[in-house]
């Protein structure tokens, strides 16, 4: 019993840690166009 809910936990948490893994790819890959945009834009003002 106990084997099966550790089995079942450590798939959870892979599952986990890799949806986490890939919404921090997300965001690292669209974080830097922003700022590039924001500063092209503060660049282009002056």
């Given at each position: ?11 959870f948490v ?23 945009i924001a ?8």
């Amino acid at each position: 019993m106990t084997t099966v809910s550790d089995a079942s936990q450590q798939t959870f948490v892979q599952r986990q840690q890799r949806l986490l893994n890939f919404v921090i790819a997300d965001v690292n890959a669209k974080i830097p166009k922003s700022f590039t945009i924001a500063k092209a834009s503060i660049y282009e003002e002056r």
